[in-house]
């Protein structure tokens, strides 16, 4: 049900904008109550961003998979690489509605604040260090991370998808590599 409410949605939001269109619209397009709407999406920003929560947790996935002994700047950049590998063109147009639209990328922001706490335990463990909330290095280096996928993100769509995700994220995050020593 949360995808089709989701395909009703985006259809809505292409023909109408974000901003023009209400719950209610959703609800109905989709046959349904407004608080049936909102057992499947806590807000309508939800419905174009629900899809994070799963993919912070399979980049998360990634991350453990990768080897241990692996540099924790290589690992950001290659677990930020395999969440966007085959990027679908229908992330082109959540792109775009991310970049018109204040409150969704708010929300997003918010959502990928919360993968941080899934990389850094991780992130630490690979610096060599414990998970203490009280060292900023494992944070920084998670935050500039995701700031760097963030970067390839719009790039990618201000490119149209011209340009591969891959490469973006690979020039993003050679641009902020950390200086060892």
Request: proline share 6%; aromatic share 8%; net charge negative.
């Amino acid at each position: 049900m949360r995808a089709e409410v989701s395909v009703v949605a985006l259809e809505l939001f292409a023909e109408r904008g974000f901003d023009s269109t209400t719950v209610d619209d959703i609800a109905r397009a989709a046959g349904m109550s407004r608080t049936s709407f909102f057992r499947y999406f806590p807000t309508k920003e939800d419905v174009v961003l629900g899809h994070l929560d799963e993919l912070g947790r399979s980049m998360a996935r990634t991350l453990a998979d990768r080897p241990v002994d692996e540099d924790p700047w290589e690992t950001l950049r290659l677990g930020c690489r395999a969440a966007y590998e085959n990027a679908p063109r229908q992330a082109l147009s959540l792109g775009r509605m991310l970049r018109d639209t204040p409150s969704l990328k708010a929300r997003q922001q918010e959502k990928q604040a919360r993968w941080q706490d899934l990389f850094i335990p991780e992130i630490a463990t690979r610096l060599g260090l414990s998970d203490d909330p009280r060292d900023p290095r494992p944070r920084a280096l998670v935050a500039a991370g995701l700031a760097c996928l963030d970067a390839a993100f719009q790039a990618w769509t201000a490119a149209d998808g011209a340009v591969g995700m891959e490469v973006l994220v690979d020039r993003a995050f050679a641009v902020v590599a950390p200086r060892r020593g």
